[in-house]
């Protein structure tokens, strides 16, 4: 039996390096520094406004500045790693990461912290599309490839979800800058493994590398976002201006698509995207990411300031979604095999969704157990759904084109991650804000504190005399409950509608368009099975 689309002649190859698994683990390693770290201020929300006292909008940007500087420069270092070298970048990510987590672990101030914030995502950006890149090209047989695959995705969810266990370990007993400080010893151990383990990558000096595109896909993707975040809170140039900035955004993506047509040696192939399979892969990461990350940050702060628990028992009840996260991806590769790609995809894009829909009945009371169910399925659903996708996109790429097809599927991840915050922090915004209703005895600023966040509201309610705060605490719980219920549907909606599409769209074969013969740009016509050893 072939396994995800290779031929039955498509066994073993004789240049596999010794070392592949080896590198492997550094890969992911790496990998999962990086994931730990989009997501290890969810539980430390808390304790971080109540040390730095950022507003509604501040608090969005710590959180989601990391990904949204990442995605855009996931592009722009894939293609620097195809033409320089792949090992280079990594190393100098390393640096680059370790400096930044030094100086976000001692910030004094939401803007620092901002700042910090975002030159750790221009590390890993230099480091991610390393990741995908060198496994394809260590890991020349594709059922072993498979395998591999199945390893990265499995860490890429597990970081991701391990992340808030690590942040509410560290905040439990610690200030809530150690979150990042614990990144430096980990930096010093892998970087002369690193630099003695990693292959060297073929150069293609003969390929223009292009600033302005560059430029365009960073300046649009910030534009989108702070766009976002004005149409919600509207703190700083107002909502009426968030208009002409998303539109500012959504021309400067436009122009970079289209001069990437016309360059020879685009920095972003969006030729790739003319194979079904390929484009469906992608728009499946994006939003089951963007559901699951965006989710995770709002679930993070139900359990903590809706429910009442600690940042460690928070983190230990969401436990459930990092293990089944890692099953997902574990046994994806199984999946693909037995059900198919169409299957897999779909079935685990609908698992997903039928898990979240329990939440949207829930209130202030304790779900312990179906609370348990849900993060399992979403975990499960989502790490099998987002395999199937890698294996296809990965599948769809030459191997002169590895770097710019895994920097395009890291920044479909990164993307979702960074706009799942922005777009369900401004719908959890928009909802809330004007449901914490006024509260006899309160005085306005504390009323006005209180309609910045849910955090801020347990921060202003704790300066407050015992019946008063009390009582703001409560009404901002419910009000937040209700923001809640509105980002549940929202992702329900998208999820149902990536189902939708999977179903449609989707080849039927395992791994690949079985039988499409199209041409990729500035290739030839080879159908993946070929480039499959």
């Known amino acids: 039996m072939t396994v995800l689309g290779t031929r039955p002649d498509a066994r073993r190859t004789t240049d596999s390096r010794p070392d592949r698994w080896a590198i492997l683990a550094l890969l992911c390693s790496s990998l999962l520094l990086i994931a730990v770290d989009a997501t290890v201020l969810h539980i430390a929300v808390p304790a971080l406004t109540a040390d730095l006292e950022p507003t509604a909008v501040e608090l969005l940007w710590i959180i989601d500045v990391y990904s949204l500087v990442v995605a855009p420069l996931l592009v722009v270092f894939g293609t620097l790693g195809d033409r320089y070298g792949r090992r280079r970048l990594v190393l100098l990510g390393y640096l680059v990461f370790g400096a930044a987590s030094l100086s976000a672990a001692f910030a004094a101030t939401p803007a620092a912290l901002i700042v910090s914030r975002a030159l750790l995502g221009v590390g890993g950006a230099m480091i991610m599309p390393a990741t995908l890149s060198i496994i394809r090209q260590v890991f020349t047989d594709r059922r072993e490839r498979a395998v591999a695959l199945g390893v990265w995705s499995a860490v890429a969810a597990g970081g991701a979800a391990v992340g808030p266990l690590i942040g509410g370990a560290l905040v439990e007993h610690f200030r809530w800058g150690t979150v990042f400080l614990i990144n430096v010893p980990l930096l010093v151990v892998a970087l002369p493994i690193a630099a003695r383990l990693l292959p060297e990558t073929p ?169 348990s169910l849900c993060f399992a399925g979403i975990g499960f659903g989502v790490q099998a759904a987002l395999l199937a996708a890698s294996d296809t996109i990965m599948a769809c790429a030459p191997e002169s084109r590895a770097g710019g097809a895994a920097a395009i599927e890291e920044t479909a991840y990164e993307l979702g991650a960074g706009l799942g915050v922005a777009v369900l922090g401004t719908v959890t915004t928009v909802v809330y804000a004007p449901a914490v209703a006024t509260v006899p005895g309160v005085p306005p600023a504390a009323l006005a504190q209180a309609r910045e966040s849910l955090a801020a509201a347990a921060h202003a309610a704790a300066g407050l005399p015992g019946p008063s705060g009390a009582a703001l605490l409560a009404t901002a719980r419910q009000a937040f409950v209700t923001a809640l219920h509105s980002t549940v549907l929202v992702s329900v909606v998208l999820l149902a509608l990536t189902t939708a599409a999977a179903l449609a769209l989707t080849p039927r074969g395992r791994g690949h368009d079985e039988g499409d013969t199209g041409q990729l740009s500035g290739q030839g016509g080879s159908t993946p099975g070929e480039w499959a050893p």
């Open 203 to 371: 150069r293609r000096a003969g390929h223009r590398w292009d600033a302005p595109s560059a430029a365009l896909a960073t300046l649009g993707v910030l534009c989108l976002a702070f766009g976002l975040k004005e149409a919600g809170h509207g703190a700083v140039v107002g909502t009426a201006g968030a208009v002409p900035i998303l539109l500012a955004g959504a021309g400067l993506l436009a122009w970079f698509t289209a001069r990437q047509r016309r360059l020879p040696h685009p920095l972003l192939d969006v030729g790739l995207f003319a194979r079904r399979g390929f484009s469906v892969g992608v728009v499946c990461v994006l939003l089951a990411v963007f559901a699951l990350v965006g989710l995770e940050l709002m679930l993070a702060q139900y359990l903590q300031l809706v429910l009442g628990d600690g940042p460690l028992r928070a983190a230990v009840r969401m436990l459930p979604l990092m293990v089944a996260a890692v099953a997902g991806g574990l046994s994806a590769a199984f999946l693909l095999r037995r059900l198919g790609l169409r299957a897999t995809m779909a079935g685990g894009l609908g698992l997903a969704g039928l898990s979240l829909t329990p939440t949207l009945a829930w209130g202030t009371e304790h779900h312990p157990w179906l609370l």
